[in-house]
């Protein structure tokens, strides 16, 4: 009979049949450990049988019936066992149902069909794609297994995540039922207790008013609110059972047990799937080690600016294209070279950025090398490191100093060569400037706009992996090498005559006024027609242009699009729409329809605050055009190079679906696809990959990072002013985000950036809502709680133990949590 099992026939070969839950518990259970008696449905069962009700004589509903009075009838628990369930990338905490205390024939096969159809739930499908588990051969089977009365329960990691020394359990308890646990409903007692003594380290006992019985929930008598769940001799007998399992298991484990009639029971025990304290140690030594490596003796200041805006958290794929495209061969180093510049051979396969804890940092030394040239320019580390905030907005000085005896000895004879050198580097630079717009506009975009038209008609299904692999380097080629090189020179052209003009009102208006000012002459400025993206989110959100007009000139943006792995709005509407959800008044204006009037007015006020001779307003003018030129065309500029970098990520998508990868074609390089499509299996290589990232992002980063103090990396920010609530921590790791402040679990609110989720509690219902969360702060909850498991899988910190945190902040307020100390801080209202 293979479409159901006991536990006693269940062998290690039988993931496939009974699912991540049911394989634990059999395989616990034929070694003498002390599990409920139980029976699985299996997968096979799920495959032949869904979406048909087995009561009124179902030929599979009666032998369930059958092995359901074989355990002796009564309660008994029935739990959701995806067969991707509970490994050592993903445990699906939650995810699919479980029903607690069903008792009857009828009750039990209703309860059955309903975890065979939570498979499908939006809340599953959404933790799936977070997790890159691919739905293919994916399939349920079912746990039935004796109800335990527990009189407490809750979970016991065999080494507490949060230890870096790897000394401690960590024990969680509440009253009755471990739902009340998982659930998030009561911040439950914590203990920390020593992994070869079981004697306990620390304890924490909070308030439990509710508990979960085989009946529902009830309220906890008084005398019992506020008194530990274990005593120490219990405590000691747990840490010796979780030895136990550790022992058979060779490896730290997640157990859920309960206490009844004397003794413990397991009731699950799945791999610890989020890094602990002493794996995230290791990859910040890791970070730090490569950081020393590579900075220079004289000192290197690291800022994260200006790309780490557009690309804050690159995966691997998105990594290694991004750091091609902004080298010296590059699109970006090209485009240096063509505006006069000689970017140094050091840099031909390097960028200005390194990735320090996942996260783009500009190496402000290695920067210079791209267009210093032979002068000795510098970033003085002593003037930064007295005011970091100069790393934002760096201006390097020349440091004469810096030439040696040889260069005063050959000036005299060098001297007309650099003299003429740099005549006609101005030039060239001079004419481009006056030039280059009109040529871009009515050469580059329009041959690299057919060409782009052309790879999206191109059938990539008819393609054999070989030919996907030339396209992928063709279009990589044609759109971060070939055609940046221009579509960079309106960003650096619009700088340099953003320099000129303040030069020139500096002197009129005063150095506290230019900023002001430039950005006065700037507001308004829009890109061409064809790419002006504001005016047509306008439109469609006023419903004045249709989506799919919409999607045809602008389908291949999207919401944090420089990173590759992010869906494009022609592949996700949905998107989209939540973008444009604020209608417009009809015939309302588009942002900027006025803004010649606006611009000639600030224009006037400018002339007449600055007093300005008509000479010198004559020297003003064609500077303030280019830079307004300049600066709406860089916008064009990014349009269609964002054209040719959707169909980069279409070329890797197809590579993915083709393999299967479940996501993990972007833990990946390019230099790896080959091994791909000759049939190596690179699936640990990507789960290495995605756990690493995962890690290295809950690492602390601060925002300038110098190389005398690399051990800043991981070191807990203090915000002078700022306050700061104390809780439990959950999942280790630091974030700085907007909250998204809900007591409902409402999808409909969920915004097109990351934010920091704060609510009371989450089920499984939350999980949408965890897929763009940068963090989680809950009111109440426990490292068992639904929110805390599933935090940690994602690699979101998250703190509990807050009371009436939801009416005490507020969506907008910028927050930073820090779910290793348990801290949540507000930074700003």
């Known amino acids: 009979m293979t479409e159901l099992r006991t536990f006693d026939q269940i062998t290690a070969s039988d993931a496939d049949a009974v699912g991540g839950k049911g394989l634990s518990l059999g395989l616990m259970a034929s070694a003498g450990l002390p599990v409920p008696p139980g029976f699985c449905v299996t997968s096979e069962a799920y495959r032949r049988w869904r979406g048909q009700s ?57 309860a059955v069909c309903r975890c065979w159809a939570s498979l499908q739930t939006e809340r599953a499908v959404a933790y799936r794609k977070r997790q890159g588990v691919s739905d293919d051969g994916l399939a349920m089977a079912v746990v039935v297994q004796r109800l335990v009365p527990a009189e407490a329960a809750g979970v016991l990691f065999t080494r507490d995540p949060l230890d870096a020394e790897g000394r401690r359990m960590l024990v969680e308890a509440s009253w009755g039922l471990g739902e009340s646990v998982v659930s998030g409903r ?15 380290l620390e304890r924490h006992i909070h308030p439990k008013t509710i508990q ?196 005063w000895l050959t000036l005299p004879f060098r001297l007309p060569f650099l003299v003429a050198e740099s005549v006609a580097s101005g030039l060239k630079l001079s004419r481009t400037m006056r030039d280059f717009a009109d040529r871009f506009r009515k050469e580059v975009l329009p041959a690299f706009a057919a060409e782009a038209a052309k790879g999206e008609a191109e059938d990539l299904a008819s393609l054999d992996p070989p030919a996907l692999l030339e396209r992928l380097e063709q279009w990589t080629r044609r759109t971060l090498v070939d055609f940046a090189r221009d579509s960079l020179k309106p960003t650096a052209l619009a700088a340099i005559a953003m320099r000129a003009v303040e030069d020139k009102l500096r002197p009129h208006l005063g150095a506290g006024r230019v900023a002001a000012a430039v950005g006065a002459l700037t507001t308004g400025v829009r890109p061409d027609p064809e790419a002006d993206l504001p005016s047509a989110m306008n439109e469609l959100a006023a419903g004045r242009l249709e989506r799919v007009v919409f999607l045809q000139h602008f389908g291949w943006r999207g919401n944090r699009e420089m990173e590759l792995a992010e869906p494009r709005w022609s592949e996700d509407p949905a998107a989209l729409d939540q973008m444009a959800t604020t209608k417009g008044e009809p015939g309302a204006s588009a942002p900027g329809d006025n803004r010649e009037q606006a611009a000639a007015a600030e224009w006037q006020a400018l002339i007449v605050e600055g007093k300005f001779a008509p000479e010198d ?91 005398d103090d690399l051990e800043a990396i991981g070191r807990p920010v203090v915000i002078a002013g700022a306050e700061e609530m104390k809780g439990a921590p959950l999942s280790a790791g630091v974030a700085e985000g907007p909250a998204l402040v809900l007591d409902q679990p409402r999808t409909d609110a969920i915004p097109a950036d990351p934010y920091i989720l704060v609510c009371p509690s989450t089920d499984p219902a939350w999980v949408p809502l965890f897929v763009r969360a940068k963090g989680l702060v809950m009111e109440t909850g426990g490292v068992l709680s639904h929110g805390a498991i599933v935090a940690r899988e994602f690699g979101l910190p998250a703190v509990a133990g807050l009371p009436d945190v939801v009416r005490r902040l507020r969506s907008g307020q910028r927050l930073r949590i820090d779910g290793g100390r348990g801290t949540v801080t507000v930074l700003a209202e």
């Open 54 to 110: 087995l009561t009124d004589g179902h030929e599979l509903g009666q032998r369930i019936a059958d092995a359901y009075r074989v355990l002796g009838g009564g309660p008994v628990a029935v739990r959701s066992s995806a067969t991707a369930e509970d490994g050592s990338a993903a445990s699906f905490a939650g995810q699919q149902e479980t029903y607690l205390g069903v008792q009857g024939d009828m009750e039990v096969c209703a």
């Open 186 to 200: 009561v911040t439950p007692d914590r203990f920390h207790i020593d992994r070869d003594t079981g004697a306990v």
């Open 212 to 407: 979960t019985t085989a009946e529902g929930q009830q309220t906890v008598p008084p005398e019992k609110q506020n008194q530990p769940c274990l005593d120490d001799a219990q405590l000691a007998l747990l840490a010796e059972l979780g030895r136990q399992v550790e022992a058979f298991y060779g490896d730290a484990r997640d157990v859920e047990w309960a206490w009844a009639d004397g003794r413990f029971w397991l009731l699950q025990a799945r791999p610890i799937t989020a890094a602990g304290a002493d794996e995230r140690e290791q990859v910040r030594r890791e970070e730090i080690a490569a950081l020393t490596a590579k900075a220079d003796a004289n000192g290197t200041v690291w800022a994260r600016f200006n790309l780490a805006e557009s690309l804050p958290e690159p995966t691997p794929m998105t990594w290694a294209i991004t750091r091609r495209f902004m080298s010296g061969r590059g699109g970006y180093g090209l485009m240096y070279r063509d505006l006069g510049f000689k970017p140094d051979a050091s840099v031909d396969d390097d960028c200005s950025y390194d990735l320090i804890a996942g996260r783009p940092y500009c190496n402000l030394n290695r920067d210079l090398r791209f267009y210093a040239g032979w002068l000795p320019y510098e970033h003085s580390f002593a003037r930064i490191k007295k005011d970091p905030q100069k790393a934002f907005y760096p201006m390097p000085r020349l440091n004469v100093a810096r030439f040696g005896p040889r260069f």
């Open 617 to 707: 307003l004559q020297a003003l003018r064609p500077d303030v055009l280019s830079m307004q030129n300049y600066v709406g065309l860089r916008e064009t500029a990014k349009h269609y190079l964002m054209r040719g970098y959707a169909l980069i990520r279409r070329i890797l998508v197809e590579l993915d679906r083709r393999y299967r990868l479940g996501g993990g074609v972007f833990y990946l390089t390019p230099e790896e696809l080959p091994q791909l499509i000759e049939g190596k299996d690179l699936a640990d290589l990507i789960a290495k990959r995605r756990r690493r990232r995962t890690t290295a992002l809950s690492l602390e980063a601060p925002p300038v990072l110098f190389s």
